[in-house]
């Protein structure tokens, strides 16, 4: 059974947890990234000018790490069932929101730990509805 949009998952705080460890490693904080992340994570993304890249997330961790950009993430949904979450972020550049991001990220519990195994993106000026 799922959950309505009032309703807090079951997972919500833990699952919310890995999220903000994703963004944190934005700061310099390589080891956040993976903690947040699974080793064989991929991402699909379309750029402001519809560009789309695919990589093994991992592959961008020393990039993403060493940016010290500025970035808010927005908890838009989190949904669970059972060992699989999905949390729909606004990635906001907080220094320069016209260059923010949606996410949409699936995670999978493993062992008892939350990692997110997938993320697709989109820039916001492709998804003006989730801009902050």
């Known amino acids: 059974m799922g959950t309505t949009a009032d309703e807090r998952t079951p997972d919500h705080d ?3 947890r890995v999220v903000q460890c ?3 490693g934005f ?3 390589l080891d956040k990234l993976q903690e947040a992340f699974h080793e064989d994570a ?3 993304a379309l750029d402001a000018e519809g560009g789309f890249s695919k990589d093994l997330i991992s592959d961008r961790f020393a990039r993403w790490a060493a940016s010290h950009r500025q970035v808010r ?3 838009i949904q989190v949904t669970q069932a059972g060992e699989v979450a999905s949390v729909l972020l606004g990635f906001d550049n907080t220094e320069n929101l016209a260059d923010s991001w949606v996410d ?3 995670l999978i519990r493993l062992d008892g730990v ?3 195994t997938h993320k697709s993106a989109v820039h916001s ?3 003006d509805w989730a801009k902050p």
């Open 125 to 127: 000026s492709r998804a």
């Open 73 to 75: 993430g927005r908890v």
């Open 114 to 116: 939350w990692k997110i």
């Open 22 to 24: 994703y963004v944190d």
């Open 14 to 16: 833990e699952i919310v």
């Open 104 to 106: 949409v990220l699936a």
């Open 42 to 44: 991929w991402i699909l």
């Open 27 to 29: 700061q310099g904080r």
